[in-house]
C-alpha cells in the first residue's frame, strides 16, 4: 500500500484524509506542522509554493491540500483565505455578507500539491458546486462546511458524515486524483 | 541623499512613499514588481518574507512596505490581507459587516522591511488608532482610506490631501524610523 505524507495543522482535514486514504487505498500519514502559505488568488500557486517549502524543511516527498471556498456574489471571497476569514468573521460573517443576496452560487475547490525531488511538484485539483446557506446546520465537517450546501442535496457538509461528505467533496475528487496518478507514476 | 529602492505595484502606495521621500529626505526609486506574500497574522512577518524574496531576485538591497487595517470588531479584519478584501469586498463590504456594530475602533499598521545583504533585514512600524466611519467619505489616498478616521481628526484618510495624511499616517511613522535608522547606520 502506498503511503504518503501531509502536512497540515487542521485536524479536521487531517481526520478527512486519513479517511479518504482508507477509501482510496493509500495509508495517509499526518505531519502536524504549519506550511508556508503565500497570498495568491490562485489555490494552485498557494500550494505549489506550501508544498516545495515542506519538502525542503523536511527533506523528503510529501503532499498538502489547500482547499477555499468562492463566493460567486462576493468576487470569489473568502477564496484562498477561507482558513482566516473563518478564524476572524467567522460563520456568521459570512452570513452577514450574503444577507439580502439572492444569488447565493459557491464552489468549494480543493487542490492537492505533491513535492518529490524525482519527479517534481504535481497539483491534482477538485471542485464541488453548490449554494450558500441562509443559516447554519449541522455539526460535522469543519470550516465553513455547516453553510454550503452541494448540488443535488438538501443537506449542508456539516449534516453529512464524514463517508457522505467523502463521496462528493472536492477533497475527495482532488483525493482520487492523486491516487490514480501515484498507481500510475509508482506501479508497484 | 539617500536612495531606497521600494518594490510595489500599487499606485497610491507608490505616489505615498516618493512623497514621504521628499519629506523626509531619500530619493525613492519605485520598481513596479509583484512581491511575494506569505499567509500571515503578523505584517512583519510577511514584509520580511517579501523583502528578502524581492532582494534574492533583485540581487541588490531594497525595501517593501505592507500595511493593514485591523478591525477591532471583526477581530483584526482584514488585517494582512487588506488588499485582497479591498479588491473582493470593497468598502461595502466592511461597511456591511459593521452594520450594528457601535464599537468602530481600529489600526492601520504599516511595517517597512528593508533587505541588504550587507546588514541583514530590518524592519520598521508604524500604527495610527482611528475609527471606522459609517459611510466612505473622500476621494484621496487608497484603498480603505474612505472609511478610516484617524483619532484627533473629522477627516478621513481619503478627505485629507497627500501632506495631512503624511503628517500623520502609519506608513509616514513607519518611514520615519526607517530613514533615522539609514542615517545611523549608513553615516556619509
Chains 1, 2 share one sequence.
Do not use: C
Not at 499526518?30 to 498557494?46: C, F, G, R
Not at 503532499?63 to 471556498?69: I, P, Q
Not at 459570512?94 to 439580502?100: G, H, P, R
Amino acid at each position: 500500500m502506498f503511503k504518503v505524507g501531509f502536512v497540515t495543522t487542521n485536524k479536521g482535514k487531517a481526520r478527512e484524509l486519513i479517511e479518504l486514504g482508507r477509501l482510496y487505498g493509500v495509508e495517509v500519514n499526518v505531519i502536524y506542522s504549519s506550511k508556508v502559505e503565500i497570498q495568491d488568488v490562485d489555490l494552485k500557486t498557494v500550494a505549489l509554493h506550501a508544498a516545495l517549502n515542506a519538502m525542503a524543511q523536511l527533506g523528503k516527498p510529501i503532499a498538502v491540500e489547500d482547499s477555499g471556498l468562492f463566493i460567486k456574489a462576493l468576487n470569489g471571497f473568502p477564496g484562498p483565505f477561507s482558513s482566516y476569514v473563518y478564524k476572524t468573521l467567522g460563520i456568521n460573517g459570512i452570513l452577514k455578507l450574503m444577507s439580502d443576496v439572492d444569488h447565493r452560487e459557491a464552489v468549494f475547490k480543493s487542490v492537492i500539491a505533491y513535492a518529490d525531488p524525482g519527479v517534481g511538484i504535481h497539483v491534482f485539483e477538485g471542485e464541488v458546486r453548490g449554494t450558500i446557506s441562509y443559516r447554519a446546520k449541522g455539526k460535522g465537517g469543519f470550516g465553513f462546511d455547516p453553510i454550503f450546501i452541494p448540488v443535488n442535496s438538501s443537506k449542508t457538509f456539516a449534516e453529512m458524515n464524514i463517508n457522505e461528505k467523502n463521496r462528493v467533496s472536492h477533497r475527495s475528487k482532488a483525493f482520487k486524483l492523486f491516487v490514480d496518478w501515484l498507481r500510475k507514476s509508482f506501479k508497484t
